[in-house]
């Protein structure tokens, strides 16, 4: 039977083995083989995935072109895409313009960055590892290589009952001592202890999550508020707006001012709202003014207090929304002065011995003299009724000589009684020149009224002013057919005038017609067609006035024509006529 084997190694090599010494040698000869460039690029993703390009020279460029150092068939890949540089510490790399950018270890790169082995270079869809050996990474120098390794330390073996002779394998060495009870409890240890942390992560998670929920809900919440408040106020702005449409600038002022202050604690409108919501109620501080005066108007036209009505006309300034209202109660305070004269006139002759009736003339004739100083008729029934009132007070005064007969001729031609009005200027015409001259106008009035079809639009319109003289400046009630014919006559002129676009002369006609038919739907129409115009006219001119003055002049006169001196383009025509002419 054979010896057991000896724990210690023979002291010389067996029959057959190489000498000692001849193996390091041999291991020297195996690494040369194997020895790689110092630096390169190994290609682990994208279609050069596989490929190795070694670093040399002191720049290597990398992208898609065909003279690229680092060639890439990479469509992600600029053309020129990036820069390896050889620096004294190693290498570096560097974007080169790229539409995809140069990613390392996960993050782009805007300016040079140096490169540690295995660092990982992103291009596009390609991805190459950066391997220094030089630098320590992955196999030894070859000067390193070349040396003897150091010895191993001794590994523990068991050596197994049967194989092949020699080969053994390590014995288990790990925690070989340790108490198996101990070792449990320490994992249960660390087990309660990981656990306990994964709770309170999941419950902080949890936490978080119903934090962030919350936000956005509340988020939520105040986006919705703020979206229907803004829609809030807009609704009023507007509301606001409409009032100021309809002339009811009071409660458009109270709206707009209930808005400043609404935006004065939460700053909701734009600069642009603000400035729109201040022009309003600087508006509104013009136009409330005027807007209370016409409400007088109207109650006082209303209450026949014609005087009253005039004066508080006469406050309304600058308007720019209450022109129509304002217009058309002067049209009718002028309606109601005509019908007021007429209707004292009437009283006047029909009891001239009734006390009460007599002082109700008088007020008549007062109220129509304070509402339009000029009218020629109101002073002398007023005369007429302060006489009637003394003679009435004292009866026993002796009649009056009439010093003005013209007057009583007058009074009966305006009241519609020709023959008698004729018959009173031919008994005065001897001793009073002005009822000769009554009789002649009444006599030249009868022939034309007679022959009324056939005057032309002159004509017609000299027949109405005649019977004006006669009776005092007032239309007397024999102008009826007069007033028919005229509208007629001066429609149809203005409507051929607005067809050629004359339409100064358009309008001419139509202020005729609505002179003697205030209400004429048509000449309305052309009138306001014309404003229109003359608007459109003055702005061409407003344009022109610095660049052609010359022209910029006659479109102002042409304003002035068309339109009436109250109107606000005719005041501003003026203004730029009269600056032009004072260059």
């Known amino acids: 039977m054979p010896p057991p084997p000896s724990k210690n190694p023979p002291a010389r090599a067996r029959t057959g083995q190489a000498p000692a010494a001849a193996a390091p040698a041999r291991r020297r000869t195996g690494v040369a083989s194997a020895v790689k460039p110092a630096a390169r690029l190994v290609c682990t993703a994208g279609p050069a995935s596989g490929q190795e390009f070694p670093l040399s020279g002191d720049e290597v460029t990398i992208g898609r072109a065909a ?27 560097s974007d080169l313009g790229s539409g995809n950018g140069t990613i390392v270890n996960g993050e782009g790169i805007s300016e040079e960055q140096p490169l540690a082995p295995d660092d990982v270079i992103t291009l596009g869809d390609s991805e190459f590892q950066f391997v220094d050996q030089g630098a320590g990474n992955g196999a030894r120098p070859a000067a390193d290589a070349l040396a003897p390794s150091p010895r191993r330390p001794p590994v523990r073996t068991a050596r197994t009952g049967g194989g092949t002779p020699g080969r053994s394998r390590p014995v288990r060495t790990s925690r070989m001592g340790e108490d198996p009870a101990a070792a449990a409890k320490k994992r249960k240890r660390v087990f ?15 936490g978080y999550k119903a934090i962030a929920k919350k936000k956005e809900e509340e988020l939520g919440r105040k986006r919705a508020a703020i979206v229907a408040q803004r829609k809030e106020l807009t609704a009023a702005f507007q509301e606001a707006k409409n009032m100021t449409k309809e002339g009811r600038w009071v409660e458009a002022k109270e709206r707009l001012e209930q808005l400043v202050a609404f935006d004065a604690e939460v700053n909701a409108f734009t600069e642009q709202e603000k400035k729109s919501i201040a022009t309003y109620l600087e508006r509104a501080n013009v136009e409330i003014p005027n807007e209370q005066a016409i409400g007088e108007a109207k109650k006082a036209i209303a209450d026949d207090q014609l005087g009253k009505a005039s004066a508080a006309l006469a406050r309304v300034k600058n308007t720019i929304t209450m022109e129509r209202p304002l217009n058309e109660l002067k049209e009718l305070l002028e309606t109601r002065l005509g019908e007021k004269v007429i209707d004292a ?67 009966r031609f305006r009241n ?22 009554l009789e002649g106008q009444m006599k030249d009035f009868d022939n034309k009224n007679k022959n009324l079809e056939n005057l032309s639009s002159a004509e017609v319109r000299g027949l109405f002013n005649l019977d004006k003289r006669i009776a005092g400046g007032q239309s007397s009630d024999l102008s009826k057919q007069i007033k028919t014919r005229m509208a007629t006559v001066f429609y149809k002129e203005a409507s051929n005038a607005k067809t050629v676009r004359n339409w100064v002369e358009a309008i001419q006609k139509a202020q005729v017609v609505l002179e003697v038919d205030p209400g004429h739907p048509g000449a309305t129409a052309i009138i306001q067609e014309g404003r229109n115009q003359a608007h459109d006219i ?46």
């Open 192 to 206: 309660i202890i990981g656990g306990s942390a994964l709770a309170v992560l999941m419950a902080v998670f949890v």
């Open 416 to 437: 519609g009684d020709l023959s008698g009005a004729m018959s009173l200027a031919q008994a005065c015409a001897a001793k009073n020149a002005q009822c000769r001259a």
């Open 67 to 93: 003279d690229a150092t680092v060639s890439v068939p990479d469509t992600s890949v600029s053309r020129k895409h990036a820069l390896l540089r050889k620096t004294e510490d190693g290498w570096a790399v």
């Open 345 to 411: 006139r009437k009283k006047l002759s029909a009891s001239p011995r009734d006390l009460a009736v007599m002082e109700q003339v008088k007020a008549m004739a007062e109220d129509v003299m304070a509402a339009r100083p000029e009218d020629r008729d109101a002073p002398d029934i007023k005369r007429q009724a302060e006489d009637n009132i003394n003679r009435i007070k004292n009866p026993n005064l002796p009649p009056p000589v009439p010093e003005m007969p013209h007057l009583e001729v007058s009074a």
């Open 538 to 583: 003055y702005l061409r001119g407003y344009q022109l006035r610095e660049t052609s003055p010359d022209e910029a002049a006659r479109l102002f006169k042409e304003v002035i024509m068309m339109t009436p001196p109250d109107d606000t383009d005719h005041q501003k025509a003026k203004s730029r006529l009269e600056e032009l002419q004072r260059r």
